[in-house]
């Protein structure tokens, strides 16, 4: 583990942050006394959402054209 002091955690904390991310944890001190320890945040897995109501509706053969003579309708008016 890498110990930096706070002036360079400053000017290169993207960097560092980006190491800790990848699971290299490091410290940052104050004229040689270690303060914080700086690892990486464990994220909550987000759930799926993509087939989230499988089973639970179903979707009818002619979806892609229901309603396509009531549309062409009001775009091209009646024949």
Request: no cysteine.
């Amino acid at each position: 583990m890498i110990t930096v002091n706070m002036h360079e955690a400053k000017t290169h904390l993207s960097k560092l942050v980006e190491r800790a991310v990848q699971g290299e944890s490091f410290i940052i001190a104050r004229a040689g006394k270690p303060l914080v320890r700086v690892v990486a945040v464990e994220a909550p897995e987000v759930p799926k959402r993509l087939g989230f109501m499988e089973g639970e509706i179903s979707v009818p053969d002619d979806f892609d054209t229901m309603g396509q003579s009531e549309i062409e309708e009001m775009f091209y008016g009646a024949e």
